[in-house]
């Protein structure tokens, strides 16, 4: 049984904006910082957002203002929605779950306890 679940990876034009999903079984779900993580062809996979149980929300500086996470407790959902997206947001993009502090997001480093299997998302010009 998978924990957590992407959904919403797809091709796209320069411009369009695209949410995506993450899905995790509520075990994780009630005891997680959730976090986002991008990975572009041939780089490391980066975190670019995180947001704690009471959803408190954190980002890469180079993504404020056109990504914004959200979770939805009612249906243990993390998501990501990306504004005017363009061909450098190419990537493969995975959730991931930290469980150390049973909900709030570390001051430190997010270390991902559970990882989704990834979605990708491409844009073209």
């Known amino acids: 049984q998978e924990e957590l679940v992407e959904f919403g990876g797809a091709s796209v034009q320069s411009g369009e904006s695209l949410t995506l999903s993450c899905v995790a079984s509520?075990?994780?779900?009630?005891?997680?910082?959730m976090a986002w993580f991008i990975q572009p062809p041939g780089q490391e996979r980066e975190e670019i957002a995180a947001?704690?149980?009471?959803?408190?929300?954190t980002y890469a500086d180079h993504v404020k203002g056109r990504f914004t996470i959200s979770r939805d407790d009612a249906k243990n959902t993390l998501y990501l929605h990306i504004n005017s997206l363009h061909p450098g947001d190419t990537a493969v993009y995975y959730c991931?779950?930290?469980?150390?502090?049973?909900?709030?997001?570390?001051?430190?480093?997010?270390?991902?306890?559970?990882w989704g299997q990834g979605t990708r998302v491409t844009v073209s010009l």
């Open positions: 509520e075990y994780i779900y009630r005891r997680a910082c």
């Open positions: 991931a779950a930290d469980t150390r502090f049973a909900g709030p997001c570390s001051q430190a480093k997010f270390l991902a306890s559970y």
């Open positions: 947001i704690a149980s009471d959803g408190a929300t």
